[in-house]
């Protein structure tokens, strides 16, 4: 294929394929990494950083510690287990010795991998016949088949992500060549006064120092001047959208008749605590404006959501409206309708539940009563977004773990109403950094503490040599006529022999608890097959429930008081606190059990000192960073590309001061076709398209 001659003179948007050293072939490999621009280029940076004066010589590499390392390669193979897993080994040396390093069912690396390399690799330490390390990552630094030579003691080395067919060697390589040239092609849009109020670097310094560091200060300020950048767009792209929606959405103005709402409190049993009042209070405010309501209330583990939703839909009902609310899973949904069938007794109202399984005749009855307005507050999965679903007058709509439905899935059902308010409900905690970056075109109530007669729920971190004791204890509970969890972060051995399965964990405690009831569920199962398992755990027929962390949301079983958590260092902390808030659900005292085959780890003993789910969730992003942490991309977040939360929280604070001045000063960042803005917007944050859809 004859390749056109490159565009003269190179610009920020010239196709990368036109710049020198890469051509058609390269260019394709780097579109992979979102690399189509000249611009792309220049934007891609480094993931890392390798300071020779940061690594950990291999002889000090401590047990129980994640550690990077620079080492040569001496040693290297294939060994099978008994079990039919192949294991890459390959031994590092360095000035003060040699380490070990092993990666499990990863032969392949024998063909990458090669004697005499130079390799940085990271990760911990495990005893395992010896002193070894398991590396979450590793990069090849230097090749000597290659004429390349190791890192020399005191360089920065810029670490870039990389892809099949372009070593971050290469791509450093190709960055270094046109780096001057595209500095040169880039305008500051920060006027100098506003850089020195906020300390930031010039952008084209800025760029400099995250490529050609000198130090690694320097390519941490040169990270913020891009952070902030970054920051600032997506406030801007967020407040804009959130300015549009709040001028361009007409609703219903509610009116407060203190009917069904007072009755509601007045048979309550027991009495709401200051966060679910202040939430209600937000909430009312919404409703009874003549916008329409768009917000997010956010709680912890058993703080009490459901009832405020509830105070919420008889608002709407009060109102002659009707009110749906929508859930991810059949299992939520019964449970959802058995709770609020219980609170709406005392005021002669039921809700009608909606499910895929119903009989067709059954969902025919609901539909009908829902068209006529017969039924007033309905309850439902999916369903509820069937075609043939429609209401008299809806008002109201509720969304619980709303982060489990597509942008499509929730405008469905909003649209089954003229200008319904929307209330979004998620039982994940998330600090006040990311939740201004993944819903700051959002209102957000949040719900931190519990309501009275809630039993405590007590954590412990335990060894392997406290095994027995702590399957004895687990034992003890259930013949008390109380109930447990066993969870496992994999369903087969397969998947990883050195970690206990799922699979196997069932048949185990079955042959060691004859006289209890052992049941299994994991997210492989059938839907139906995995609801009717919990079910019966639910109705108490199952004593013990050994499952992976499908159950982390959606079962609640007041009578369940243990759970033993095998492996806790393969979860996140904030998933730990999701599955944690499976007990400790009914007045009697819980115990959350963490058992670990090595040495324990200091964010298990901080995870075990809190049950506060907003202060785990800061050490959970902390430690993984927005990307991980619930979901982001799957909730259609964002993923930033420069800015760290919350190390950057002060950045992020000042850019959305910046951006709310903005977009009130200036009418053309309000308008729905601000083009600039919509595409710099869409290029980074995948979100954007929808925010960029209101109004």
């Known amino acids: 294929m004859t390749t056109r001659p490159a565009p003269n003179p190179v610009r920020l948007d010239t196709p990368v394929q036109f710049l020198k050293g890469i051509g058609e072939r390269r260019a394709e490999a780097l579109s992979r990494l979102g690399i189509r621009t000249a611009r792309d280029l220049l934007w891609h940076l480094p993931h890392r950083y390798v300071d020779a004066s940061t690594l950990t010589p291999l002889a000090k590499a401590e047990l129980g510690h994640e ?59 495990r005893f395992y016949h010896g002193r070894q390390l398991a590396p979450r990552e590793y990069v090849i630094l230097a090749d000597p088949d290659r004429g390349e030579d190791p890192i020399g003691a005191g360089k920065v080395l810029p670490v870039y992500p990389a892809t099949e067919g372009l070593s971050h060697k290469i791509i450093r390589s190709l960055i270094d060549r046109h780096l001057d040239g595209l500095i040169a092609l880039t305008d500051d849009p920060l006027p100098e006064q506003l850089r020195r109020e906020l300390a930031l670097a010039p952008l084209r310094e800025a760029l400099r120092a995250v490529h050609r560091p000198v130090s690694l200060d320097q390519a941490e300020q040169g990270r913020r001047r891009l952070a902030f950048d970054e920051l600032l767009d997506l406030q ?303 109705g108490n027929e199952l004593h013990v429930l050994v499952a992976t962390t499908v159950i982390e949301v959606g079962i609640d ?30 007045a009697e005292e819980s115990y959350c059990i963490l058992l670990t085959d090595g040495p324990v780890p200091d964010r298990l003993h901080g995870f075990a000192a809190t049950q506060d789910g907003f202060k785990i969730a800061e050490m959970d992003l902390a430690e993984r960073g927005m990307g991980d942490l619930i979901g982001a991309r799957q909730s259609g977040g964002f993923e930033l590309r420069h800015a760290r939360l919350p190390d950057d929280t002060d950045l992020l604070s000042r850019a959305r001061e910046l951006a709310t001045s903005l977009i009130g000063a200036d009418p053309a960042l309000q308008r729905r076709d601000n083009q600039r803005l919509r595409e710099r917007a869409v290029a980074r944050y995948p979100r954007a398209v929808e925010l960029f859809r209101v109004g």
């Open 67 to 125: 550690v990077a390392c620079v080492g040569r390669v001496v040693a290297k193979g294939v060994l099978p287990t008994r079990r039919g897993l192949r294991i890459f080994h390959a031994v590092l040396r360095d000035d003060s010795g040699l380490l070990e390093c092993v990666w499990p069912g990863q032969p392949f690396l024998d063909r990458t991998i090669a004697i005499g390399q130079t390799l940085l690799v990271s990760g911990p330490v």
């Open 236 to 538: 801007l792209m967020l407040i804009r959208a959130r300015t549009l929606a709040k001028r361009q959405r007409s609703g219903v103005a509610f009116s407060i008749k203190r009917d069904l709402t007072t009755r509601l409190k007045d048979n309550l049993p027991w009495q709401l605590t200051d966060d679910q009042h202040r939430a209600l209070r937000e909430i009312s405010t919404d409703m009874t404006a003549p916008e329409r309501m768009h917000r997010l209330l956010m709680g912890d583990v058993g703080t009490g959501k459901t009832v405020v939703a509830l105070f919420a839909m008889l608002l709407a009902l009060e109102n002659d409206f009707q009110a749906a609310f929508m859930a991810p899973t059949e299992l939520l949904v019964e449970q959802h309708g058995a709770t609020l069938e219980k609170l709406l007794e005392p005021l002669q109202l039921k809700p009608e539940l909606l499910l895929g399984r119903q009989a067709q005749a059954e969902k025919a009855a609901v539909r009908k009563r829902l068209a006529s307005g017969q039924a007033r507050l309905a309850v439902g999965t999916h369903a509820l977004l069937q075609e043939g679903v429609s209401f008299r007058r809806l008002g109201l709509v509720v969304i619980d773990e709303q982060h489990r439905f597509g942008v499509e899935q929730r405008a469905a059902l909003i649209g089954k109403g003229a200008a319904p308010d929307v209330l979004l409900l998620t039982a994940t905690p998330i600090p006040r950094s990311l939740a201004l970056t993944l819903y700051g075109d959002l209102d957000v109530s949040t719900l931190r503490t519990k309501p009275p007669g809630r039993g405590s729920v007590r954590t412990a971190v335990r060894n392997s040599r406290q095994r027995e004791h702590v399957l004895d204890f687990v034992r003890s509970q259930c013949e008390r006529g109380r109930q447990g969890y066993v969870v496992l972060p994999v369903i087969d051995e397969t998947e990883r022999a050195d970690l206990r399965a799922a699979s196997t964990m069932v048949q185990t405690l079955a042959a060691r608890w004859p006289e209890l009831q052992v049941g299994l569920v994991h997210g492989r199962m059938k839907t139906d097959e995995r609801d009717e398992v919990m079910r019966r755990f639910r």
């Open 557 to 586: 079983v007041p009578n369940a008081t243990v759970m033993l958590v095998e492996h806790p260092d393969r979860f996140g902390l904030a998933q730990l606190h999701q599955l944690r808030g499976r007990i400790g659900r009914g």
